[in-house]
Nanobody, 115 residues
Framework: QVQLVESGGGLVQTGGSLRLSCAADRMIFTFNTMAWYRQASGNQRELVARIHSSGLTNFADSVKDRFTISRDNDRRTLYLQMDSRKPEDTAVYYC?????????WGQGTQVTVSS
């Protein structure tokens, strides 16, 4: 069982920036992929960004050119830098990792963008 702890959520104004962190309880190079998902009230959970063990990244069209995903192997931490925030980015953000075909999730962190 992989333990993931997210932090960095909060309230930000439209156009502002915020960085989310996801700390893992083990070395992250063992993970096939690490990703951020989000779920807005009444909506399904959706992929925001993913980084593969190779370093390849994928982004949802709605966040391309605004969000950046990165990782720090030494700190065992995944990051999501969110710039140019929009009200529609308001959601609970979840950290996800895949290790040998198994998915693990963090508890989620609320991000609210005020207009």
């Amino acid at each position: 069982q992989v333990q993931l702890v997210e932090s960095g959520g909060g309230l930000v104004q439209t156009g502002g920036s915020l960085r989310l962190s996801c700390a893992a309880d083990r070395m992250i190079f063992t993970f096939n992929t690490m990703a951020w998902y989000r779920q807005a009230s009444g909506n399904q959970r959706e992929l925001v960004a993913r980084i593969h063990s190779s370093g390849l990244t994928n982004f949802a069209d709605s966040v391309k050119d605004r969000f950046t995903i990165s990782r720090d192997n030494d700190r065992r931490t995944l990051y999501l830098q969110m710039d140019s925030r929009k009200p529609e980015d308001t959601a609970v953000y979840y950290c996800n990792v895949n290790q040998r075909g198994d998915d693990y999730w963090g508890q989620g962190t609320q991000v609210t963008v005020s207009s």
